[in-house]
């Protein structure tokens, strides 16, 4: 019976917002289409200044700044991927939910793994890859106590000889990448207030930019710099509070009038809800090194009940563009003002320059959580477009003169009593696993999911180092009833050109190549390569567990094409067989629990690297 | 032998057999044939016996007894609780034990005390006042007092285990939900409103069908006594509104036993669904137990005023008028809970029309009394005291009919004041009247004149002392159900004086039921019609014999007593050897059938355990409903089962 | 005589034929709280070397296990102290799972009131000090009632909230084993 | 028309001490009561008029026969009534008719004029009943100015404001005798009502839906300052708590902001954020503790924090049993904080 109504939702949904402005064209097609690809002079371009030549390593989560996660390599094509062959494997020794990719730096793969968080140098020259060396950070074992949503670790990065990672007790770690030595370690979170770090840092211009986790803890987010060298803090940017603390000033310039005005990280909050009002950051952060900005997304106020945080809650679910050296914010757009469905706005942000008018604009590409794709002028943060990816109700559309989202009202949760069929849920349209943009076709490929949410909220009770939401959630399978989709999205014409329905939710990062093809991993363990064109399934490898984290491209010593891949379910997705749950409990996990009530049949826990390259 | 000759054969074998059969009449009368039908009605000795009558003289009998134990009980909880608010800040009685006690008092009044003596005191005078034998199916008449009982000693029995519920007699969900009451408390209230509202459907059904076929030969609608319409009334209501409160109450043990959501406000239920259905029963339920009352007014004024009431038909109207309009006033019981306000306006014109039909009866009654010539004896007095207590409650009702009053006087002690005006204005002072009035009938002794006397003067300024000042404690702010109140406040005099009223009136009580007692042995043997009362069921000994009247009377005028000065014209023929009434039509009472009366059995008895078990169990277990069905089909198949039919060789008596 | 003493007294007398009053609905509202507080270090079922025995149970068991009022009190604890955001309603999350009859450190009542007031190493926070030793028994309680240990007629099917798991009125009892297949 | 006077009599009459009528509906001190009393009033006279003339009948006809009395026993046919009493019914049923609907139209006007006032509010609060204490947040445009506070409101003169109910367990009422008429708070629903305070003066309200073991001790106290004294209390409000000086109440600051207290309480600028319990931010400066159930008072403060329990048996407030060493500290601390 929901089905039906939900259907009948979408179709009144894509009836209401026909009228406005913002959402044009409308829903992505179900099936496929078919079409020719575009020519390179119609299609966006990542910003060059932040994507250099491909060398054939893979040295940080985004393989470059731009975060297009796109390998020039094409030696491996859609002619010849069905040939693709396990090359070598190697097993992390945990089982927790495995969401970041494997580095390599010059012949050397680095594997960081969730909780406790152990670092892997394999040596690639040598038959096999065995490890060379180990660090093992070990963190507090109590900080599982307070990672909201699996004990991941989203990434590592080399630079200049040395690795930097972060641990879930809130520890930024780097580490010589030749002998596996400590070289510094600075503590930045506090476990006693509910504070970890899952994210992957992104060093840039000398500096390590490092993000708090603990949205649903009721923690103060924050962004801090450390020195490369070091590991002395540069600069520490919070995302509530008064302006001297968010590190706003002359330079501050908000395209959008709600976003100006004095200390409206205090005004915007009831008071001193705002010191324990989330706003991390977990996600993932772009740097153009040309107009050496920063760019990140900030998470969701605290707690989800949102009727005990009137007002706007700056500067919570939105995007900052910050000054690299000296941390001062240049701009802020906020998605969702007063946020009340947890959409945190933390996604990847892809630097691209589209065509525009007869020249070309610098703009970020943004597939939002909240479930809109976000065009926005890179140096200014305007809204140049926000088309809807997938089936959304939650929202009535975003309003290109005052950048305001428009909330749908009879969707917003009240106290006492449960709302029914939100979409999208709580994790959004799509969560964090990240998207990838291939300069070939233009394409944004976004690996996403489909589902709704009965949200019920209640009164939350603050109490430091616990959770802080107040909210019973369920979330099922959206409209169609497959729970995620695979779409590859053209950002100029602002339509998706194919899309795959998968049955689970499609939790992993996707990786594009230079061969024209794409590589995405399903919660059931398949990892998949499909044509970058047409959207083909061309080859498809069951893993042993759930794949969630991010495929790479690399050249090994032989000089041959490698595709890498680690499986291990978990993530809040995968937490039902990562965390052992009983799925008798629908609002378990925050309410995922209840749309993956069937993956503890489909796949086991597991954290297992797999190499892939054509055989000889 | 052809076929005319065979029938004819026949019918001389019929009519052989026919004059063998005892027949009251002239060739079977006097002493001979009440010998006869004595041995025909009487029932088995001993407990069994006891279990099994079907005599709705005992039945209702013991519905009086059972329901007086219970005023009794709840008296005492009452006391308990004026003990406790007789000063500021008392902490004699804790507070959770306090809302046990103000539970118990309001469930155990109005659930185990007003309807069932209304009901019981109907089932025993009903068929008297109308000529007949006995009430029509006296088996479901004994299996809804078994009924009774047993709900009254689940919800005492709970209080003994010390799980009484402590939810109020309206149990407003979430309160009385799984989350806010935990354990069995409001399980066993839930249940308890099951057994008194089947046993009250029972006993209505009974009393519809006695009243509307079982009537004298001659007694046409025009001519049936105004109490007879009023139980009329009384029973129609029943059946329509305590289907409403089986429902809530079944979807609240749903709630708190399998995990529904019918009141759960997160899934979209919703508490006000509870107000609606309880007071949707609520409201008639007080009309329910004013009604009979009225009736009893009736009966006392004309019998005391030796004149038949003034003006039959506009009372038989206001009867009937009451009881439609009953059912269209309950969300007065709901104004402050943000409905809309002009549903709320319709609401306040419709409780201030009920008051009309109510205000036309006391002028009737009036009437009555200035063109009679009154007696005061205690009845009469009890009558008085009804009209002067009773209209002042009924005024108060006025008052709090209107939105912006009752606003500010919703859920104060001035509502406490008004209820007890007109419930024990309006139903317990005709009760005690009606219980003096016709304590002769049942005991054949007269209650003595003076103890009456001192005990009505007691009940009727003890009652004034304990509720007036209520009207004060409540305009002053103190609101409903609080075992306590701060000093301050200007509550601690009203409160003094409520207490003092409160051990009066059961001192007054008291005082009836010793009269009642000591008069049983020692009171004055009744004559015939000690009251000189105009109804048939003064035309029958005191107490009467099993089968009320050797043959059945014949009625021409309102008052069959008064015009046949001599002798009542009765109607012979009935079966002596066999347990038989006459059935007559609706509404000319023309004789129309024979009818024969079930005989005593168990069967209702055990009928009304084997529910009893299976409510009971329900509160605790899902299965109880499917195990425990087994017996009760049982137990009801053996009940309905047919008696091998006699070919009944009876023509229709022309 | 205590107000107590006296209102218990009058009780008495008014309900004359009182027996054995039911203790699943007895109400402690605590008003002095019971003797010292949980031994610290309770160790769970283990090996009892030298033909040892377990301790005898804590004396306070026999007053929450099993006890309506205090289910309903713990409910309440459950949900506005946090315990729901990581157990959620029994299926777990950040936390283990509390609704199956796996128990790391012990399923008896007491065993989880010292699991509540110590805290364990992979995360579960030590109360020991933020909650009164009253609360941590109710809290205990209702945590049974999770994996439907208590008996039937003292839980309550539902809360006013979503409807989560099925009512504990009708969940199965599991009987708790202290085992531990999580690899933690 | 101030038809207080002659109303108040009949309580004074027949109660007759001295009494504060601060949770009296007479007091008259807002719009609506006011035209309460009027409308109380009006039906009073007409019902009193109606008992009267029934009270005569009924003496009338006692008196009538009782002195010719014959003693003979005299039966017989006696039905037709004179039609004098005929026509006496009829004017008695339309006398009865017209009262009524006199007073229904009374009623109806009275009950839009009120609904009328409750057009035109300019402050807007939040009532969250909770079981057995008010949950009080006043609600502003800017956000940083929301206000929560407990137990207790104040309200400016003359100012209609729209009070917004809601509850987060079982139905209770909000009731300030003096100052309106009650309106239900309904978990699931959103009730609300508007008060236009007319006089300035301390008043008392209770729930006056019963709500569980301790319905009896959930008052609240409504202060009805002039606006400016509105606008510097709601000001010195906003401030978070002051940090304490003295060596004891440091100690009792260090006690209440890590143990048991904060689990439940909040105070502001502190680290202690529960919601459960009331927000003590500025406890002393409101005039009872536990809502309503005693006053305010040093001796008080010591009582309730020591043992809750014996006070209001079956509250959600805990007895923690504390030393005496540390219940001096904590009532210290929580004196500074007014």
Same mark, same amino acid.
């Given at each position: 019976?929901?089905?039906?109504?939900?259907?009948?939702?979408?179709?009144?949904?894509?009836?209401?917002?026909?009228?406005?402005?913002?959402?044009?064209?409308?829903?992505?097609? +179900?099936?496929?289409?078919?079409?020719?690809?575009?020519?390179?002079?119609?299609?966006?371009?990542?910003?060059?200044?932040?994507?250099?030549?491909?060398?054939?390593?893979?040295?940080?989560?985004?393989?470059?700044?731009?975060?297009?996660?796109?390998?020039?390599?094409?030696?491996?094509?859609?002619?010849?991927?069905?040939?693709?062959?396990?090359?070598?494997?190697?097993?992390?020794?945990?089982?927790?939910?495995?969401?970041?990719?494997?580095?390599?730096?010059?012949?050397?793969?680095?594997?960081?793994?969730?909780?406790?968080?152990?670092?892997?140098?394999?040596?690639?020259?040598?038959?096999?890859?065995?490890?060379?060396?180990?660090?093992?950070?070990?963190?507090?074992?109590?900080?599982?106590?307070?990672?909201?949503?699996?004990?991941?670790?989203?990434?590592?990065?080399?630079?200049?000889?040395? #690795?930097?990672?972060?641990?879930?007790?809130?520890?930024?770690?780097?580490?010589?990448?030749?002998?596996?030595?400590?070289?510094?370690?600075?503590?930045?979170?506090?476990?006693?207030?509910?504070?970890?770090?899952?994210?992957?840092?992104?060093?840039?211009?000398?500096?390590?930019?490092?993000?708090?986790?603990?949205?649903?803890?009721?923690?103060?987010?924050?962004?801090?710099?450390?020195?490369?060298?070091?590991?002395?803090?540069?600069?520490?940017?919070?995302?509530?509070?008064?302006?001297?603390?968010?590190?706003?000033?002359?330079?501050?310039?908000?395209?959008?009038?709600?976003?100006?005005?004095?200390?409206?990280?205090?005004?915007?909050?009831?008071?001193?809800?705002?010191?324990?009002?989330?706003?991390?950051?977990?996600?993932?952060?772009?740097?153009?090194?040309?107009?050496?900005?920063?760019?990140?997304?900030?998470?969701?106020?605290?707690?989800?009940?949102?009727?005990?945080?009137?007002?706007?809650?700056?500067?919570?679910?939105?995007?900052?563009?910050?000054?690299?050296?000296?941390?001062?914010?240049?701009?802020?757009?906020?998605? +969702?003002?007063?946020?009340?469905?947890?959409?945190?706005?933390?996604?990847?942000?892809?630097?691209?320059?589209?065509?525009?008018?007869?020249?070309?604009?610098?703009?970020?590409?943004?597939?939002?959580?909240?479930? =809109?794709?976000?065009?926005?002028?890179?140096?200014?943060?305007?809204?140049?477009?926000?088309?809807?990816?997938?089936?959304?109700?939650?929202?009535?559309?975003?309003?290109?003169?005052?950048?305001?989202?428009?909330?749908?009202?009879?969707? *917003?949760?009240?106290?006492?009593?449960?709302?029914?069929?939100?979409?999208?849920?709580?994790?959004?349209?799509?969560?964090?696993?990240?998207?990838?943009?291939?300069?070939?076709?233009?394409?944004?490929?976004?690996?996403?999911?489909?589902?709704?949410?009965?949200?019920?909220?209640?009164?939350?009770?603050?109490?430091?180092?616990?959770?802080?939401?107040?909210?019973?959630?369920?979330?099922?399978?959206?409209?169609?009833?497959?729970?995620?989709?695979?779409?590859?999205?053209?950002?100029?014409?602002?339509?998706?050109?194919?899309?795959?329905?998968?049955?689970?939710?499609?939790?992993?990062?996707?990786?594009?190549?230079?061969?024209?093809?794409?590589?995405?991993?399903?919660?059931?363990?398949?990892?998949?390569?499909?044509?970058?064109?047409?959207?083909?399934?061309?080859?498809?490898?069951?893993?042993?567990?759930? #794949?969630?984290?991010?495929?790479?491209?690399?050249?090994?010593?032989?000089?041959?094409?490698?595709?890498?891949?680690?499986?291990?379910?978990?993530?809040?997705?995968?937490?039902?067989?990562?965390?052992?749950?009983?799925?008798?409990?629908?609002?378990?996990?925050?309410?995922?629990?209840?749309?993956?009530?069937?993956?503890?049949?489909?796949?086991?826990?597991?954290?297992?690297?797999?190499? =892939?390259?054509?055989?000889? | 032998?052809?076929?005319?000759?065979?029938?004819?054969?026949?019918?001389?074998?019929?009519?052989?057999?026919?004059?063998?059969?005892?027949?009251?009449?002239?060739?079977?009368?006097?002493?001979?044939?009440?010998?006869?039908?004595?041995?025909?009605?009487?029932?088995?000795?001993?407990?069994?016996?006891?279990?099994?009558?079907?005599?709705?003289?005992?039945?209702?009998?013991?519905?009086?007894? +059972?329901?007086?134990?219970?005023?009794?009980?709840?008296?005492?909880?009452?006391?308990?609780?004026?003990?406790?608010?007789?000063?500021?800040?008392?902490?004699?009685?804790?507070?959770?034990?306090?809302?046990?006690?103000?539970?118990?008092?309001?469930?155990?009044?109005?659930?185990?005390?007003?309807?069932?003596?209304?009901?019981?005191?109907?089932?025993?005078?009903?068929?008297?006042?109308?000529?007949?034998?006995?009430?029509?199916?006296?088996?479901?008449?004994?299996?809804?007092?078994?009924?009774?009982?047993?709900?009254?000693?689940?919800?005492?029995?709970?209080?003994?285990?010390?799980?009484?519920?402590?939810?109020?007699? =309206?149990?407003?969900?979430?309160?009385?939900?799984?989350?806010?009451?935990?354990?069995?408390?409001?399980?066993?209230?839930?249940?308890?409103?099951?057994?008194?509202?089947?046993?009250?459907?029972?006993?209505?059904?009974?009393?519809?069908?006695?009243?509307?076929?079982?009537?004298?030969?001659?007694?046409?609608?025009?001519?049936?006594?105004?109490?007879?319409?009023?139980?009329?009334?009384?029973?129609?209501?029943?059946?329509?509104?305590?289907?409403?409160?089986?429902?809530?109450?079944?979807?609240?043990?749903?709630?708190?036993?399998?995990?529904?959501?019918?009141?759960?406000?997160?899934?979209?239920?919703?508490?006000?669904?509870?107000?609606?259905?309880?007071?949707?029963?609520?409201?008639?339920?007080?009309?329910?137990?004013?009604?009979?009352?009225?009736?009893?007014?009736?009966?006392?004024? *004309?019998?005391?005023?030796?004149?038949?009431?003034?003006?039959?038909?506009?009372?038989?109207?206001?009867?009937?008028?009451?009881?439609?309009?009953?059912?269209?006033?309950?969300?007065?019981?709901?104004?402050?809970?943000?409905?809309?306000?002009?549903?709320?306006?319709?609401?306040?014109?419709?409780?201030?029309?009920?008051?009309?039909?109510?205000?036309?009866?006391?002028?009737?009654?009036?009437?009555?009394?200035?063109?009679?010539?009154?007696?005061?004896?205690?009845?009469?007095?009890?009558?008085?005291?009804?009209?002067?207590?009773?209209?002042?409650?009924?005024?108060?009702?006025?008052?709090?009919?209107?939105?912006?009053?009752?606003?500010?006087?919703?859920?104060?002690?001035?509502?406490?004041?008004?209820?007890?005006?007109?419930?024990?204005?309006?139903?317990?002072?005709?009760?005690?009247?009606?219980?003096?009035?016709?304590?002769?009938?049942?005991?054949?002794?007269?209650?003595?004149?003076?103890?009456?006397?001192?005990?009505?003067?007691?009940?009727?300024?003890?009652?004034?002392?304990?509720?007036?000042?209520?009207?004060?404690?409540?305009?002053?702010?103190?609101?409903?159900?609080?075992?306590?109140?701060?000093?301050?406040?200007?509550?601690?005099?009203?409160?003094?004086?409520?207490?003092?009223?409160?051990?009066?009136?059961?001192?007054?009580?008291?005082?009836?039921?010793?009269?009642?007692?000591?008069?049983?042995?020692?009171?004055?043997?009744?004559?015939?019609?000690?009251?000189?009362?105009?109804?048939?069921?003064?035309?029958?000994?005191?107490?009467?014999?099993?089968?009320?009247?050797?043959?059945?009377?014949?009625?021409?005028?309102?008052?069959?007593?008064?015009?046949?000065?001599?002798?009542?014209?009765?109607?012979?023929?009935?079966?002596?050897?066999?347990? *038989?009434?006459?059935?007559?039509?609706?509404?000319?009472?023309?004789?129309?059938?024979?009818?024969?009366?079930?005989?005593?059995?168990?069967?209702?008895?055990?009928?009304?355990?084997?529910?009893?078990?299976?409510?009971?169990?329900?509160?605790?277990?899902?299965?109880?409903?499917?195990?425990?069905?087994?017996?009760?089909? #049982?137990?009801?198949?053996?009940?309905?089962?047919?008696?091998?039919?006699?070919?009944?060789?009876?023509?229709?008596?022309? | 005589?205590?107000?107590?003493?006296?209102?218990?007294?009058?009780?008495?007398?008014?309900?004359?034929?009182?027996?054995?009053?039911?203790?699943?609905?007895?109400?402690?509202?605590?008003?002095?709280?019971?003797?010292?507080?949980?031994?610290?270090? *309770?160790?769970?079922?283990?090996?009892?070397?030298?033909?040892?025995?377990?301790?005898?149970?804590?004396?306070?068991?026999?007053?929450?296990?099993?006890?309506?009022?205090?289910? %309903?009190?713990?409910?309440?604890?459950?949900?506005?102290?946090?315990?729901?955001?990581?157990?959620?309603?029994?299926?777990?999350?950040?936390?283990?799972?509390?609704?199956?009859?796996?128990?790391?450190?012990?399923?008896?009542?007491?065993?989880?009131?010292?699991?509540?007031?110590?805290?364990?190493?992979?995360?579960?926070?030590?109360?020991?000090?933020?909650?009164?030793?009253?609360?941590?028994?109710?809290?205990?309680?209702?945590?049974?009632?999770?994996?439907?240990?208590?008996?039937?007629?003292?839980?309550?099917?539902? %809360?006013?909230?979503?409807?989560?798991?099925?009512?504990?009125?009708?969940?199965?009892?599991?009987?708790?084993?202290?085992?531990?297949?999580?690899?933690? | 028309?101030?038809?207080?006077?002659?109303?108040?009599?009949?309580?004074?009459?027949?109660?007759?001490?001295?009494?504060?009528?601060?949770?009296?509906?007479?007091?008259?001190?807002?719009?609506?009561?006011?035209?309460?009393?009027?409308?109380?009033?009006?039906?009073?006279?007409?019902?009193?008029?109606?008992?009267?003339?029934?009270?005569?009948?009924?003496?009338?006809?006692?008196?009538?026969?009782?002195?010719?009395?014959?003693?003979?026993?005299?039966?017989?046919?006696?039905?037709?009534?004179?039609?004098?009493?005929?026509?006496?019914?009829?004017?008695?049923?339309?006398?009865?008719?017209?009262?009524?609907?006199?007073?229904?139209? %009374?009623?109806?006007?009275?009950?839009?004029?009120?609904?009328?006032?409750?057009?035109?509010?300019?402050?807007?609060?939040?009532?969250?009943?909770?079981?057995?204490?008010?949950?009080?947040?006043?609600?502003?445009?800017?956000?940083?100015?929301?206000?929560?506070?407990?137990?207790?409101?104040?309200?400016?003169?003359?100012?209609?404001?729209?009070?917004?109910?809601?509850?987060?367990?079982?139905?209770?009422?909000?009731?300030?005798?003096?100052?309106?008429?009650?309106?239900?708070?309904?978990?699931?629903?959103?009730?609300?009502? +508007?008060?236009?305070?007319?006089?300035?003066?301390?008043?008392?309200?209770?729930?006056?839906?019963?709500?569980?073991?301790?319905?009896?001790?959930?008052?609240?106290?409504?202060?009805?300052?002039?606006?400016?004294?509105?606008?510097?209390?709601?000001?010195?409000?906003?401030?978070?708590?002051?940090?304490?000086?003295?060596?004891?109440?440091?100690?009792?600051?260090?006690?209440?902001?890590?143990?048991?207290?904060?689990?439940?309480?909040?105070?502001?600028?502190?680290?202690?954020?529960?919601?459960?319990?009331?927000?003590?931010?500025?406890?002393?400066?409101?005039?009872?503790?536990?809502?309503?159930?005693?006053?305010?008072?040093?001796?008080?403060?010591?009582?309730?924090?020591?043992?809750?329990?014996?006070?209001?048996?079956?509250?959600?407030?805990?007895?923690?049993?504390?030393?005496?060493?540390?219940?001096?500290?904590?009532?210290?601390?929580?004196?500074?904080?007014?």
């Amino acid at each position: 019976m929901r089905r039906v109504r939900t259907a009948l939702l979408g179709v009144i949904a894509v009836a209401a917002c026909a009228g406005l402005e913002a959402c044009n064209k409308g829903q992505p097609s +179900t099936a496929p289409i078919k079409s020719e690809p575009l020519q390179s002079g119609e299609h966006a371009l990542p910003a060059s200044a932040a994507s250099p030549r491909d060398d054939g390593n893979w040295v940080m989560p985004s393989k470059d700044y731009a975060a297009t996660r796109f390998s020039a390599l094409n030696q491996i094509t859609p002619a010849n991927v069905s040939k693709l062959a396990i090359r070598f494997t190697f097993s992390t020794a945990t089982t927790k939910g495995y969401e970041a990719p494997p580095l390599v730096v010059n012949g050397t793969m680095y594997l960081i793994t969730p909780f406790p968080n152990f670092l892997y140098a394999l040596d690639l020259t040598k038959p096999g890859a065995p490890a060379k060396w180990v660090f093992k950070p070990k963190p507090l074992a109590a900080s599982q106590g307070v990672a909201c949503c699996d004990v991941v670790n989203r990434g590592a990065v080399y630079d200049a000889g040395k #690795i930097f990672f972060n641990t879930l007790d809130g520890q930024t770690i780097a580490v010589d990448a030749n002998s596996g030595q400590q070289v510094w370690r600075t503590q930045l979170g506090d476990i006693q207030k509910g504070e970890t770090i899952t994210m992957a840092p992104l060093v840039a211009g000398g500096k390590v930019f490092v993000g708090n986790s603990g949205g649903e803890m009721g923690v103060r987010g924050w962004i801090a710099a450390l020195d490369e060298g070091s590991g002395k803090l540069a600069w520490k940017a919070f995302n509530t509070g008064p302006d001297k603390d968010v590190l706003i000033g002359p330079r501050f310039k908000p395209f959008y009038a709600s976003d100006q005005g004095k200390d409206l990280g205090v005004k915007t909050w009831p008071p001193d809800a705002w010191k324990i009002g989330g706003g991390t950051v977990w996600g993932w952060l772009s740097y153009d090194p040309e107009t050496k900005l920063v760019f990140y997304g900030v998470g969701n106020p605290g707690p989800w009940n949102a009727d005990q945080r009137p007002g706007d809650n700056k500067w919570t679910t939105g995007v900052f563009a910050r000054d690299i050296d000296t941390g001062q914010a240049a701009w802020f757009y906020q998605t +969702t003002p007063h946020d009340i469905f947890d959409h945190d706005d933390i996604n990847e942000i892809i630097l691209a320059d589209i065509p525009w008018g007869n020249g070309r604009r610098p703009v970020i590409l943004r597939p939002a959580r909240a479930g =809109f794709f976000y065009v926005q002028d890179r140096r200014t943060g305007q809204v140049l477009s926000a088309t809807p990816y997938g089936y959304v109700n939650a929202y009535r559309g975003v309003d290109l003169k005052t950048g305001a989202m428009l909330p749908n009202p009879d969707k *917003e949760p009240k106290q006492g009593r449960v709302t029914r069929d939100i979409c999208p849920a709580a994790p959004g349209l799509k969560d964090w696993n990240p998207s990838a943009f291939s300069p070939l076709t233009g394409l944004v490929y976004i690996p996403h999911n489909n589902l709704c949410m009965d949200f019920g909220a209640m009164q939350a009770n603050y109490i430091a180092g616990t959770p802080y939401v107040g909210a019973d959630v369920k979330m099922y399978a959206g409209p169609g009833g497959n729970r995620g989709a695979f779409t590859a999205w053209d950002p100029v014409h602002r339509r998706a050109v194919w899309e795959i329905k998968e049955d689970l939710p499609v939790w992993s990062p996707a990786l594009a190549t230079g061969g024209g093809l794409v590589f995405y991993g399903t919660m059931d363990g398949w990892f998949k390569a499909v044509d970058a064109r047409t959207g083909r399934e061309l080859w498809k490898f069951k893993a042993g567990s759930g #794949i969630i984290g991010q495929p790479i491209s690399y050249r090994g010593p032989d000089g041959r094409q490698y595709i890498a891949v680690v499986a291990g379910v978990g993530g809040w997705a995968g937490a039902v067989v990562s965390g052992k749950m009983d799925t008798r409990d629908p609002t378990g996990a925050l309410g995922f629990a209840n749309a993956v009530k069937d993956l503890p049949m489909k796949t086991t826990a597991g954290g297992m690297l797999y190499v =892939f390259t054509l055989p000889r | 032998m052809t076929e005319l000759e065979r029938v004819r054969e026949e019918d001389k074998k019929l009519a052989a057999e026919r004059r063998k059969i005892a027949r009251d009449g002239p060739r079977l009368s006097g002493a001979k044939l009440e010998a006869r039908l004595e041995r025909t009605w009487k029932r088995p000795r001993g407990i069994l016996g006891w279990l099994a009558t079907v005599d709705h003289k005992e039945i209702g009998r013991r519905y009086i007894v +059972t329901a007086l134990i219970f005023l009794a009980l709840g008296g005492a909880l009452a006391l308990l609780m004026r003990l406790q608010l007789a000063r500021p800040d008392n902490d004699m009685i804790g507070a959770s034990r306090f809302n046990e006690l103000f539970t118990m008092h309001g469930s155990t009044m109005m659930f185990l005390f007003v309807v069932p003596v209304m009901e019981g005191v109907a089932v025993y005078i009903i068929p008297l006042m109308l000529g007949t034998r006995s009430t029509a199916f006296p088996r479901l008449n004994a299996f809804s007092y078994y009924m009774y009982l047993f709900g009254g000693l689940l919800l005492w029995g709970a209080f003994a285990f010390n799980i009484a519920p402590d939810i109020g007699w =309206f149990a407003y969900t979430p309160l009385s939900g799984p989350q806010f009451s935990p354990g069995k408390r409001a399980d066993i209230w839930a249940q308890m409103i099951t057994f008194t509202e089947v046993s009250a459907l029972a006993a209505a059904v009974v009393l519809v069908a006695t009243i509307l076929k079982t009537r004298a030969p001659g007694m046409t609608l025009a001519r049936m006594p105004l109490f007879a319409w009023a139980m009329l009334v009384v029973a129609i209501m029943i059946i329509f509104a305590m289907p409403s409160v089986a429902l809530a109450s079944s979807m609240l043990i749903s709630d708190r036993l399998v995990g529904t959501n019918f009141y759960n406000a997160y899934e979209h239920g919703d508490a006000l669904l509870w107000q609606h259905l309880f007071w949707f029963f609520g409201h008639p339920e007080v009309y329910i137990i004013f009604l009979p009352a009225t009736g009893f007014v009736s009966v006392i004024t *004309e019998t005391f005023c030796r004149r038949p009431v003034f003006a039959y038909p506009v009372v038989v109207l206001a009867l009937i008028s009451t009881g439609i309009l009953a059912f269209g006033l309950w969300v007065h019981h709901m104004f402050a809970t943000g409905l809309p306000r002009v549903g709320y306006s319709f609401y306040t014109a419709a409780s201030m029309t009920v008051a009309i039909p109510t205000a036309l009866q006391i002028f009737c009654w009036l009437a009555t009394m200035w063109d009679g010539r009154p007696r005061f004896q205690v009845p009469m007095l009890y009558v008085v005291g009804f009209i002067v207590t009773f209209v002042i409650g009924g005024l108060t009702g006025v008052i709090i009919a209107s939105v912006p009053l009752d606003l500010q006087l919703h859920d104060t002690y001035f509502i406490v004041a008004h209820f007890h005006y007109v419930l024990i204005g309006g139903a317990v002072f005709p009760l005690l009247g009606i219980l003096t009035y016709w304590y002769p009938k049942i005991t054949g002794r007269m209650m003595s004149e003076t103890l009456g006397k001192i005990g009505f003067w007691m009940m009727f300024l003890g009652f004034q002392l304990a509720f007036f000042p209520m009207h004060f404690s409540g305009l002053l702010g103190m609101p409903r159900r609080v075992y306590t109140y701060p000093a301050g406040l200007g509550l601690e005099l009203p409160n003094l004086l409520s207490t003092v009223g409160a051990f009066v009136v059961a001192a007054a009580v008291l005082l009836f039921v010793i009269n009642g007692v000591y008069s049983l042995y020692r009171g004055a043997i009744a004559p015939p019609n000690p009251w000189d009362a105009a109804s048939l069921e003064w035309a029958t000994s005191s107490p009467p014999p099993d089968y009320n009247f050797a043959h059945i009377p014949v009625v021409k005028s309102r008052t069959p007593l008064w015009d046949e000065k001599g002798e009542l014209p009765v109607v012979t023929g009935l079966r002596a050897d066999e347990k *038989e009434i006459l059935l007559t039509t609706v509404v000319a009472a023309a004789p129309d059938l024979r009818e024969p009366v079930p005989y005593p059995s168990l069967w209702p008895f055990i009928a009304s355990i084997a529910v009893g078990i299976v409510f009971i169990t329900s509160i605790f277990s899902p299965w109880a409903l499917t195990i425990g069905l087994i017996p009760c089909a #049982i137990a009801l198949t053996a009940w309905f089962w047919p008696k091998e039919l006699k070919r009944n060789p009876e023509p229709v008596i022309s | 005589m205590s107000s107590r003493f006296r209102a218990s007294l009058l009780a008495l007398g008014l309900a004359a034929f009182a027996l054995a009053a039911c203790d699943r609905e007895e109400r402690h509202s605590r008003s002095k709280p019971l003797g010292e507080t949980i031994p610290a270090g *309770e160790s769970p079922d283990t090996i009892w070397p030298a033909q040892g025995s377990p301790p005898p149970p804590d004396p306070r068991a026999k007053l929450y296990d099993n006890n309506a009022p205090a289910m %309903a009190e713990g409910q309440f604890l459950y949900n506005q102290m946090n315990c729901v955001g990581c157990h959620s309603h029994g299926g777990g999350g950040m936390g283990p799972p509390l609704m199956d009859d796996e128990w790391r450190y012990g399923g008896r009542i007491d065993q989880i009131a010292a699991t509540i007031a110590e805290g364990r190493p992979n995360g579960m926070p030590s109360w020991r000090g933020k909650l009164t030793d009253d609360q941590i028994w109710k809290l205990a309680a209702y945590v049974r009632s999770l994996s439907g240990q208590p008996s039937k007629d003292a839980v309550a099917s539902r %809360a006013e909230s979503m409807s989560a798991t099925t009512p504990q009125t009708l969940t199965p009892r599991e009987p708790a084993h202290t085992s531990d297949t999580a690899d933690q | 028309m101030r038809l207080r006077g002659p109303v108040l009599i009949l309580p004074l009459l027949l109660s007759g001490c001295d009494y504060q009528t601060y949770q009296s509906i007479f007091s008259g001190a807002a719009a609506e009561v006011r035209q309460f009393n009027i409308l109380f009033v009006i039906f009073l006279v007409i019902c009193a008029i109606m008992y009267a003339l029934v009270i005569a009948f009924l003496i009338v006809a006692i008196l009538r026969r009782h002195r010719a009395q014959a003693n003979v026993v005299e039966t017989g046919r006696h039905h037709e009534s004179d039609p004098s009493m005929r026509t006496g019914l009829i004017a008695w049923g339309v006398l009865v008719a017209t009262g009524l609907v006199a007073l229904a139209i %009374a009623s109806f006007f009275t009950d839009r004029s009120m609904a009328k006032a409750a057009a035109s509010e300019k402050l807007s609060i939040t009532v969250t009943a909770n079981q057995w204490w008010w949950d009080v947040q006043y609600n502003s445009a800017e956000a940083s100015k929301t206000l929560r506070t407990a137990n207790e409101l104040h309200l400016p003169v003359g100012v209609p404001v729209r009070i917004t109910l809601h509850s987060n367990d079982v139905i209770h009422s909000f009731w300030v005798p003096s100052l309106a008429g009650k309106q239900d708070l309904i978990p699931g629903r959103e009730t609300d009502i +508007t008060i236009v305070p007319r006089q300035i003066g301390i008043y008392r309200g209770q729930c006056a839906e019963f709500c569980g073991t301790q319905h009896a001790h959930m008052a609240l106290v409504v202060n009805v300052d002039t606006y400016a004294d509105f606008l510097k209390w709601w000001g010195h409000q906003l401030h978070p708590a002051s940090a304490p000086t003295a060596p004891l109440a440091q100690a009792g600051y260090r006690y209440v902001t890590t143990g048991q207290c904060a689990t439940c309480h909040s105070i502001g600028g502190t680290s202690a954020g529960g919601r459960v319990g009331p927000d003590l931010t500025h406890l002393a400066s409101r005039r009872t503790i536990a809502a309503g159930t005693m006053p305010m008072s040093k001796g008080n403060l010591y009582g309730w924090v020591e043992d809750p329990q014996s006070i209001k048996p079956g509250s959600r407030m805990p007895t923690i049993g504390l030393e005496p060493n540390q219940l001096h500290a904590v009532v210290a601390y929580l004196e500074t904080l007014k």
